[in-house]
T-cell receptor, first 114, second 111 residues
Framework: DVKVTQSSRYLVKRTGEKVFLECVQD?????MFWYRQDPGLGLRLIYF???????EKGDIPEGYSVSREKKERFSLILESASTNQTSMYLC?????????????FGQGTRLTVV | AQSVTQLDSQVPVFEEAPVELRCNYS??????LFWYVQYPNQGLQLLLK??????LVKGINGFEAEFNKSQTSFHLRKPSVHISDTAEYFC?????????FGAGTTVTVRA
């Protein structure tokens, strides 16, 4: 089975801290994604990566950056956490376009910024 | 990019009754469609998907959905729900590899 693992289920951070959310997948997928989930808004794409060291902005990239140094790992970085970044963060991976089947999701990280 | 609209934000339903969750997507060629379920404090789990072929798609846990190209819809149905179907359901669409999601429908099953 495909496994997408997010390093933390729950995190509490202080305003202004630099926050790292880590995601690892074990299926050699080319594509990886970070979504943010808020009530009534569904999932919104923050960033995605289609290859190592390649990234593209999603719909809401402001206040976030990402890193993909290895194919299996995709990190989301909050440069200076703010209370409006309190949310559920979901990582996903999928095969490349052309052999696309579905996206596989991690369990999510619920981040609270105080 | 696709745009996805889920027409109901909350659907209360009695146990053993049928349920339908409505989803519309923006018109496009070669669209792939998905329904995901999220149980409390968990990630998203795939219920079913439409990639091509038969317009009636069967998924896990007795769910099915019908792809209707003329109406750009992909409604999810289950003929008889259980208490354990209480969850949030997301419709998603893509025509490349970036999924666009609807806002979600919360299904609450009551005895």
């Amino acid at each position: 089975d495909v496994k997408v693992t997010q390093s933390s289920r729950y995190l509490v951070k202080r305003t202004g801290e630099k926050v790292f959310l880590e995601c690892v997948q074990d299926m050699d997928h080319e594509n990886m994604f970070w979504y943010r989930q808020d009530p009534g808004l569904g999932l919104r794409l923050i960033y995605f990566s289609y290859d190592v060291k390649m990234k593209e902005k999603g719909d809401i990239p402001e206040g976030y950056s990402v890193s993909r140094e290895k194919k299996e790992r995709f990190s989301l970085i909050l440069e200076s956490a703010s209370t409006n970044q309190t949310s559920m963060y979901l990582c996903a991976s999928s095969p490349r376009q052309g052999r696309y089947t579905e996206a596989f999701f991690g369990q999510g990280t619920r981040l609270t910024v105080v | 990019a696709q745009s996805v609209t889920q027409l109901d934000s909350q659907v209360p339903v009695f146990e053993e009754a049928p349920v339908e969750l409505r989803c519309n997507y923006s018109s496009s060629v070669s669209v792939y469609l998905f329904w995901y379920v999220q149980y409390p404090n968990q990630g998203l789990q795939l219920l079913l998907k439409y990639l091509s072929g038969s317009t009636l798609v069967k998924g896990i846990n007795g769910f099915e959905a019908e792809f209707n190209k003329s109406q750009t819809s992909f409604h999810l149905r289950k003929p008889s729900v259980h208490i354990s179907d209480t969850a949030e359901y997301f419709c998603a669409a893509t025509n490349d590899y970036k999924l666009s999601f609807g806002a979600g429908t919360t299904v609450t099953v009551r005895a």
